[in-house]
């Protein structure tokens, strides 16, 4: 009789290890919750390899692990960039940023050697972000502080604006100017 309570809770107990261990980061089971993805990728998506995808994937992304399923795919023309230093009138130096999976999902990080890139002498459009997926057109010029600012001195960046990582969208016109660029929130 003793030998059959243990073999009961023993499978009780196996049984319920396995249930804990199901319930990572990208399962909802368990009342749990999963953070959004770039990649619109959502639980019923075939698990992630290690070997990086062909076609859509961004060069030089870091192999998906741990659930984040395919590396975001940007729009044509996109391109990520983390400034090296503050931008100064007309120019800016950036390392070219490539998403690398973390526990948060997908996070853009410089790499390489820095580019020096001018930006378009025409209107250049310049976004702050102001929070998840929200964004303010600003003139370049206020972008170019912004910028400044979070990598000297975050304490005078005010709100609805927040220093969230030194990572910009940018697109270039026909001569590799920049012609747009956009703060990218990161939580």
Same mark, same amino acid.
Request: charged share 15%.
């Given at each position: 009789?003793?030998?059959?309570?243990?073999?009961?809770?023993?499978?009780?107990?196996?049984?319920?290890?396995?249930?804990?261990?199901?319930?990572?980061?990208?399962?909802?089971?368990?009342?749990?919750?999963?953070?959004?993805?770039?990649?619109? %990728? =959502?639980?019923?998506?075939?698990? *992630?390899? &290690?070997?990086?995808?062909? !076609?859509?994937? $961004? /060069?030089?992304? @870091?192999? +998906?692990?741990?659930?984040?399923?395919?590396?975001?795919?940007?729009? %044509? =023309?996109?391109?990520?960039?983390? *400034?090296? &230093?503050?931008?100064?009138? !007309?120019?800016? $130096? /950036?390392?070219? @940023?490539? +998403?690398?999976?973390?526990?948060?999902?997908?996070?853009?990080?410089?790499? =390489?050697?820095?580019?020096?890139?001018?930006? &378009?002498?025409?209107?250049?459009?310049?976004?702050? /972000?102001t929070g998840s997926g929200?964004?303010?057109?600003?003139?370049?010029?206020?972008?170019?502080?912004?910028?400044?600012?979070?990598?000297?001195?975050?304490?005078?960046?005010?709100?609805?604006?927040?220093?969230?990582?030194?990572?910009?969208?940018?697109?270039?016109?026909?001569?590799?100017?920049?012609?747009?660029?956009?703060?990218?929130?990161?939580?």
């Amino acid at each position: 009789m003793q030998s059959t309570r243990r073999i009961i809770g023993t499978f009780a107990l196996v049984a319920a290890l396995g249930s804990v261990a199901a319930c990572g980061p990208d399962d909802t089971a368990g009342g749990g919750t999963r953070p959004a993805r770039a990649s619109g %990728a =959502g639980p019923g998506a075939p698990p *992630p390899s &290690a070997k990086a995808p062909a !076609g859509g994937a $961004s /060069a030089g992304a @870091a192999a +998906p692990a741990d659930g984040c399923g395919q590396p975001p795919k940007l729009p %044509a =023309g996109h391109k990520m960039v983390e *400034p090296v &230093a503050p931008p100064s009138k !007309g120019s800016m $130096s /950036a390392k070219d @940023a490539q +998403p690398t999976c973390t526990p948060n999902d997908w996070i853009y990080h410089g790499k =390489g050697e820095a580019k020096y890139y001018l930006f &378009a002498t025409g209107e250049v459009k310049a976004e702050l /972000a102001t929070g998840s997926g929200s964004t303010k057109t600003v003139p370049v010029g206020e972008l170019w502080m912004h910028a400044g600012d979070c990598m000297t001195n975050p304490s005078a960046v005010k709100a609805p604006y927040s220093c969230s990582g030194n990572i910009y969208d940018i697109t270039v016109d026909g001569e590799g100017k920049i012609d747009s660029i956009k703060e990218v929130w990161h939580p």
